[in-house]
């Protein structure tokens, strides 16, 4: 990594930790939304097939969470 490079970066990090906000924003609120969500989900057993042909047996609050995450991800990359 080049001197320049290296600049570069601490200079964004020192400017990032000037506006926490964005912190806030990028990290909590996503994690926030997510978690939330997770605990409001109902455990209710559901089936489901798999691409496979292969039937199982799983909760919707063991899929939202990761669902939720690529959707949280997709919203930061926006």
Do not use: N
Not at 15 to 37: E, G, K, N
Not at 41 to 57: C, F, M, S
């Amino acid at each position: 990594m080049s001197s320049r490079t290296r600049t570069a970066t601490a200079m964004a990090f020192r400017d990032q930790c000037r506006r926490p906000l964005v912190l806030v924003l990028i990290v909590l609120v996503p994690a926030y939304v997510i978690l939330w969500s997770v605990a409001e989900t109902k455990p209710t057993p559901r089936t489901i097939e798999l691409a496979g042909g292969t039937w199982v047996t799983t909760t919707m609050k063991a899929l939202h969470g990761p669902g939720m995450a690529g959707l949280m991800i997709a919203f930061l990359a926006a």
